[in-house]
């Protein structure tokens, strides 16, 4: 309740020279919980499709172990702050519409500890802890996306006066893959085809995520057309299955034809003339239609 309170109308003391709560002390001197830790992991495209085991390095507050996080040299003793008598906050009137008001501040000499520290541990300074770069290995699981976050409790910050670590939140980065385009568990990309492979069909090797394969296209594919392998594409994290793996078609116009290839691509286009005849009737009277 007291923190509560404490929130919503700040540590005054009273009205008018009334008494204190005398939270300010109290409060400075609880075990407080260290600060935690944000670390961006960065993992290439395969390596969050089939997990990865990664090392990386944080600097970490620890207590340090010349003074045992008191911030004094060992073997000599904190002294009572004079200016707040060791109770580590100090009153203080304001005049105000109300009146005079007394509030409860945090004593600025002993930032509220209500000791003061005379002689300052060498290795710390005084400041109860010292930076350690440790080594951290985490295991990203099959399937991990950009955002996803790893904990690591009571691995982050010392605490204040006997508090708990805080923990460290390992946040996952994924780099784009040339190639492949991921959409949540769905991997998606695009594969060029001659122009006889689409209107002949033909047996051509795909690229997927365990390797390469031979997949069947149709004769008459179209540019464009998509073609999904089912539960080829990336594992959920969860462990909910997997997504799918689908590649479009795009039929790549030929360049620098040989004379005799044009001839022939020329009798082609002639024996198919009655058949898009017909198909670009129907094309010119919907154009017609749409502006009637």
Known sequence: MEDIFESIFGNFGGFGGFGGFGSSARNSNRPRKGEDIEFYLDLDFFEAVNGVEKEFFVNVKTVCNNCSGSGAKPGTKKVTCKKCNGRGSIRVQRQSFFGTVVSEELCNECNGTGEIVEEKCEKCKGKKYVLVRKKFTVKAPKGVNTNNIMTLKGQGNCG??????????????????????????????????????????????????????KYTIPEGTETGTEFTLKDRGISDVNGYGKGNLTFRVKIITPKNLTDRQKELLREFSNEREEHLTEHKKN?????KELFE
Not at 184 to 207: D, R
């Open 160 to 213: 204040e006066n006997g508090g708990p670590n805080g923990d460290v939140y390992v946040i996952f980065k994924v780099k784009s893959h040339e190639l492949f385009v991921r959409n949540g568990n769905n991997v998606f990309y695009e594969l060029p085809i001659s122009f006889t492979e689409a209107t002949l069909g033909a047996e051509v090797e795909i690229p997927t995520l365990e390797g390469k394969e």
């Open 283 to 287: 094309f010119f009277e919907k154009v």
